[in-house]
């Protein structure tokens, strides 16, 4: 079957950087994306990585590994908006119009 | 630009009750169409998806169904709610065969 594994939750304070790590199992692989949600609020699109390298969306970057089964989100200059739970998702590998979600890492910024 | 839209926003309903959810997308044709529930502080589960009208595949057995009768409504439905039917429904769109989706603002539903 397929998995994907985050830490369930980071602390980090304002201004610091943090990275989310995001390892997965699956038979087929077609990129790794990373959705957002505040508390009582619905999940947003941030970033996808298709292949292997770093993509950069302002303060938010995700990184991949295809070789290592890894992908990261990195966050910089961290502010208290940003606390939030993120979640990894990698599309089935059977039914590619499904996503597999992660189970979603708590960020909690402190000033 | 593609707009999603879920209601009602909350709902508290007893338990035996029906339940009918609605979300509708507009700017995008032919998308698929998914149903999330979440429970507090957990992950996404899967309930339903469509990738066409009248094309709905299940992921989890369970007293919930889903309809699609048009190319953007997706309906979330029960004949009798259950204590454990409470959570945060959230619908979703992508393109065909697209991993992007785009979640509508959710519903959240206590089963008292």
């Known amino acids: 079957g397929q998995s994907l594994e985050q830490p369930s939750e980071v602390t980090a304070v304002e201004g610091a950087i943090v990275q989310i790590n995001c390892t997965y199992q699956?038979?087929?692989?077609?990129?790794l994306s990373w959705y957002q949600q505040h508390d009582g609020g619905a999940p947003t699109f941030l970033s996808y990585?298709?292949?292997?390298g770093l993509e950069e969306t302002g303060r938010f970057s995700s990184f991949l590994s295809r070789s290592d089964s890894y992908g990261y989100l990195l966050l910089q200059e961290l502010q208290m908006k940003d606390s939030a739970s993120y979640f990894c998702?990698?599309?089935?590998?059977?039914?590619?119009?499904?996503?597999?979600f992660g189970t979603g890492t708590r960020l909690q910024v402190f000033p | 630009s593609q707009t999603i839209h879920q209601w009602p926003a909350t709902l508290v309903q007893p338990v035996g009750s029906p339940l009918s959810l609605e979300c509708t997308v507009e700017?995008?044709?032919?998308?698929?169409l998914y149903w999330y529930r979440q429970a507090a502080g957990r992950g996404l589960q899967l309930l339903f998806y469509?990738?066409?009208?009248?094309?709905i595949s299940s992921e989890v057995p369970q007293n919930l169904s889903a309809s699609r009768p048009q190319d953007r409504q997706f309906i979330l439905s029960s004949k009798k709610l259950l204590l454990s039917d409470s959570g945060f429904y959230l619908c979703a769109w992508s393109v065909q065969r697209g991993g992007e989706q785009y979640f509508g603002p959710g519903t959240r539903l206590t089963v008292t």
């Open positions: 700017g995008t044709s032919n998308p698929n």
């Open positions: 699956t038979s087929g692989f077609y990129g």
């Open positions: 990585n298709g292949l292997d």
């Open positions: 469509s990738v066409g009208i009248g094309q």
């Open positions: 998702a990698v599309r089935d590998a059977v039914n590619t119009d499904k996503l597999i």
